[in-house]
C-alpha cells in the first residue's frame, strides 16, 4: 500500500496523494495556511488552515518529512537571520576590499590597446589641445630622452608613449589612458632637476601600464551592483546617500592606484638606473608646501597624504641602493624648465 | 442596484505578511546573491515575489506565484541576445569602425529606435509573464496584449505630447491604462476599463499649474486623482474596483518611508515594503457581485523575454 494522503471531497470519490508527489507550497511563514499541491502546470490543490496537520504529517511519515516544512523548526529562523546578516557584512567586505580589485585589475588587462587610446584621445584634445603643447625643439629632445630611458626598462609594452608639455600655468600631472601622459608648465618650472620630472613622469607611466583608469571605470560599476544587491531597489532621497558611499568607496581604490604608481614608478627609475632621491625630494617639497593637512582629510583625499608617500618611496630606495647614471648631464635644468613659457606654445 | 443585498458586497484584499519575515527573506537572499557574484538575484526575486504574493488574501484565499528563478535568468539572456547585442554591435559601428558617415548615421538611428522599443517590449513582456504566473483559486491571470499596439501608443503618445506642448499627456495616460487593462484577464474573464482622457485633463492642468507652487507637493495630490480615476473606472464582470486613497495620504506614507529609510540606512526596507503594500489595500475595495462560478481556467504560458528586461525596472505587482 502507497504511503499518501487521502483526499474526499464532499460527495466525490476517495483519491490517494501519494507523498512523493505531494508538494508544499504554502504555509512555511507564520499565519500561512498550508498549501499541498500535486500535479504539473496545472495542479490539484489542497488547502488546510490547521497548521498541526504539518506535525502530523511529520509524524506519520517521517520518510517524506523532507517535503513539508516543519514548524517546530521555526525558531532557528532568528538564528538563522542573524547569521546570515553576519555572514552579509563580512563578504560585503570581502568583496569590496579583495574581490573587485582583483577583478578589476584582470579585467582592465584584457581591454584592448586601441580601446583605450580611443578613450584617451578625446581626454587629451580637450585638455592638452595641440596648440598649447610646448614645442621648443630642445624641451621636446630632453623630454624624449627622459622618457626613452625610462620605458627601456619596459621594452615590450603594447603602448606608444607620448608626453605633452602644456602651456598652462597649473600645478599639476596627470596620463591618460592609452599611453598619452599630460604635464603642464606650473608642474615643469617646479622641478629643480631632471631626475625630479622623472619622478613624476614614471608615476605617471605606471598610470598607463597599469590601467589605472580602466580599472577605476570596472571598479565603480562594481560597487554600484554591490551596493544594489544590499539595498534591494533604492529610489529617492536614499539613493543619493548610497552614491555618496560608493564615491567614498571609490576614493579608496584611487588611493591605492595612487600608491602602485608610486611604487612601481620608483622601480621604474631604479631599473632605468635614474636617482630616485629626486623623486623623493619632489614629494618633500609638496609636502612642505601642505603642512596642515590633518590625517582626517586623507580619507577623503584620492592621494595618500604626502609624508605618507616620502616615507613610503624613501623605505623603498633605500631597500634597493643604486649607482645612478645623471639624467641630461650637458643641459641646464633650470634653463630647461622654463622654455615652454619663454619660446611661446606650437605655430 | 437590483439583485440580493449579497450583491453589493464590498471586498477588499489584505496583506498578512509582517516585515520581520520579509526581512529575513531578504537577508538570506543578500547573502546567497553575494555569494554567487549576482547569478543568484533571479532566484532571490522569485523567493521574495512568492513571499509576498502567498501573504496577499482575497475573500479568504490567498493568491499564489507559479515562477521560478530559472525563468527570469533565461528571460534575461533572451533579453540580452535580443537586445543588447544588436545594441552592441550598432555601438561598435557608429563609434569604433572606420566606415562611411551614412552607415554610422543609420546605426545611430536604429540604436534610438532599439532604444525606444525597449519600454514597451519590457511592460508588456513583464505583465504577460507575472499575470501568467499569479494564480487565486487555483485560477490563473493572463494578459493578452501584443507589443507593437503599445508601441504604437507610445510613440503617438511622445509625439503629440510634444506637438500640443504636454496637454495630450492624460490622453495618452488612459490609452495606456485601457490597453494594459481590457487585455487583462483572469481565467477566461476579462478586466474592462472604460476611462477617458478627457476626464483626467482637469486635474492634470491643475497639477501642472501648482506643482510649481507648492514645491512639488501638489504631485501627491495628483498622482491620488490619477489612482482612483484608474481604479473607479476598472471593471471586472458586474463589479467595479474603488480607490478612496487621497493625496493626504499618499504624502504621509512617502513621507513616513522617508523617515524611516533614512534612520535604518535604508535597511528597514522590508518593512516600508509591507507598509507600502498594507496602504494600498487599505484604499482599495471591490464593489458589485462576483459570479465566481462562470470562470474557467484559461491559462497562457507565454515566453518570458520581456520579463528580463522590466526586471531592471522594477514595474511591481500592480494591475494598473
Not at chain 1, 496523494?17 to 489542497?46: D, F
Not at chain 1, 611604487?263 to 629626486?278: C, I, S
Not at chain 1, 641602493?321 to 622654455?339: C, G, M
Not at chain 2, 501584443?146 to 504636454?166: A, D, H
Request: with cysteine; aromatic share 12%.
Amino acid at each position: 500500500m502507497r504511503q499518501g494522503l487521502e483526499v474526499t471531497p464532499a460527495g466525490g470519490r476517495t483519491r490517494l496523494w501519494p507523498y512523493a508527489e505531494v508538494r508544499q507550497t504554502q504555509g512555511s511563514y507564520v499565519g500561512e495556511e498550508v498549501r499541498l499541491e500535486r500535479g504539473g502546470r496545472m495542479p490539484e490543490i489542497l488547502v488546510v488552515e490547521d497548521l498541526r496537520f504539518l506535525q502530523s504529517l511529520h509524524e506519520l511519515a517521517p520518510e517524506f518529512s523532507r517535503r513539508f516544512h516543519n514548524p517546530a523548526r521555526r525558531g532557528r529562523r532568528l538564528r538563522l537571520t542573524i547569521l546570515a546578516a553576519a555572514g552579509v557584512i563580512t563578504l560585503s567586505a570581502a568583496i569590496y576590499l579583495w574581490v573587485i580589485p582583483f577583478l578589476a585589475a584582470r579585467v582592465a588587462m584584457q581591454v584592448p590597446v586601441a580601446w583605450e587610446e580611443q578613450l584617451g584621445k578625446s581626454i587629451v584634445t580637450y585638455l592638452a589641445p595641440p596648440a598649447k603643447r610646448c614645442a621648443d625643439p630642445k624641451l621636446v629632445a630632453a623630454i624624449d630622452t627622459i622618457v626613452g630611458r625610462l620605458t627601456a626598462s619596459a621594452p615590450g609594452s603594447p603602448y606608444t608613449f607620448r608626453v605633452y608639455i602644456v602651456d598652462v600655468p597649473v600645478f599639476n600631472a596627470f596620463a591618460a589612458p592609452g599611453g598619452t601622459v599630460v604635464v603642464f608648465r606650473g608642474l615643469l618650472e617646479r622641478t629643480d632637476s631632471p631626475e625630479q620630472l622623472a619622478g613624476v613622469l614614471a608615476h605617471e607611466l605606471q598610470h598607463v601600464v597599469q590601467r589605472h583608469s580602466t580599472r577605476a571605470i570596472v571598479q565603480h560599476t562594481s560597487s554600484g551592483l554591490l551596493i544594489a544587491a544590499l539595498t534591494g531597489d533604492v529610489t529617492g532621497p536614499l539613493a543619493y546617500g548610497l552614491e555618496a558611499a560608493r564615491v567614498l568607496g571609490q576614493l579608496r581604490y584611487s588611493r591605492d592606484a595612487e600608491e602602485e604608481a608610486d611604487t612601481e614608478g620608483l622601480k621604474m627609475l631604479l631599473a632605468a638606473r635614474v636617482d630616485p632621491a629626486g623623486m623623493i625630494a619632489f614629494f618633500k617639497a609638496l609636502d612642505k608646501k601642505s603642512d596642515k593637512e590633518s590625517d582626517a582629510l586623507k580619507y577623503l583625499s584620492t592621494h595618500p597624504s604626502d609624508r605618507d608617500r616620502m616615507a613610503a618611496l624613501t623605505a623603498l630606495a633605500a631597500k634597493h641602493p643604486l649607482q645612478p647614471v645623471k639624467l641630461l648631464p650637458e643641459e641646464d635644468w633650470s634653463e630647461l624648465r622654463n622654455t615652454c613659457g619663454a619660446a611661446g606654445p606650437a605655430r | 442596484m437590483g439583485g440580493p443585498p449579497g450583491e453589493s458586497a464590498v471586498r477588499q484584499p489584505s496583506f498578512r505578511g509582517e516585515g520581520g519575515t520579509l526581512f529575513g527573506i531578504h537577508i538570506v537572499n543578500v547573502l546567497f546573491t553575494l555569494g554567487t557574484l549576482g547569478v543568484y538575484y533571479f532566484w532571490a526575486k522569485t523567493r521574495t515575489r512568492r513571499f509576498l504574493f502567498s501573504q496577499t488574501e482575497f475573500e479568504g484565499d490567498r493568491f499564489a506565484y507559479h515562477g521560478t528563478g530559472q525563468e527570469l535568468f533565461m528571460g534575461m539572456l533572451k533579453a540580452l541576445l535580443v537586445f543588447g547585442v544588436p545594441l552592441l554591435v550598432l555601438r561598435v559601428i557608429r563609434e569604433d569602425l572606420d566606415v562611411h558617415t551614412g552607415i554610422k548615421i543609420m546605426a545611430g538611428i536604429l540604436s534610438s529606435v532599439v532604444g525606444v522599443s525597449f519600454v514597451p517590449v519590457a511592460i508588456v513582456g513583464a505583465r504577460r509573464y507575472r499575470l501568467s504566473r499569479t494564480s487565486w483559486r487555483g485560477i490563473r491571470f493572463s494578459f493578452r496584449g501584443r507589443m507593437w499596439p503599445l508601441l504604437k501608443i507610445f510613440i503617438s503618445g511622445t509625439l503629440l505630447s510634444l506637438v500640443t506642448f504636454g496637454f495630450y499627456y492624460p490622453y495618452f495616460l488612459v490609452r495606456r491604462q485601457t490597453f494594459l487593462l481590457s487585455q487583462s484577464y483572469f481565467g477566461n474573464e476579462r478586466f474592462d476599463f472604460s476611462g477617458n482622457g478627457r476626464d483626467l485633463m482637469e486635474p492634470f492642468v491643475l497639477a501642472v499649474l501648482l506643482t510649481p507652487f507648492t514645491l512639488g507637493f501638489y504631485w501627491f495630490w495628483w498622482a491620488a486623482s490619477k489612482r482612483r480615476y484608474f481604479w473607479g473606472h476598472t471593471r471586472f464582470g458586474a463589479a467595479s474596483f474603488r480607490s478612496t486613497v487621497t493625496g493626504g495620504a499618499l504624502l504621509g506614507l512617502y513621507a513616513l518611508n522617508a523617515l524611516i529609510l533614512l534612520c535604518t540606512l535604508g535597511l528597514a526596507w522590508p518593512w516600508v515594503k509591507v507598509r507600502n503594500i498594507d496602504f494600498a489595500y487599505r484604499y482599495l475595495t471591490l464593489v458589485g457581485p462576483l459570479d465566481l462560478e462562470r470562470i474557467q481556467q484559461q491559462a497562457q504560458f507565454p515566453s518570458t523575454m520581456g520579463e528580463g528586461l522590466a526586471g531592471f525596472f522594477d514595474t511591481g505587482f500592480d494591475l494598473a
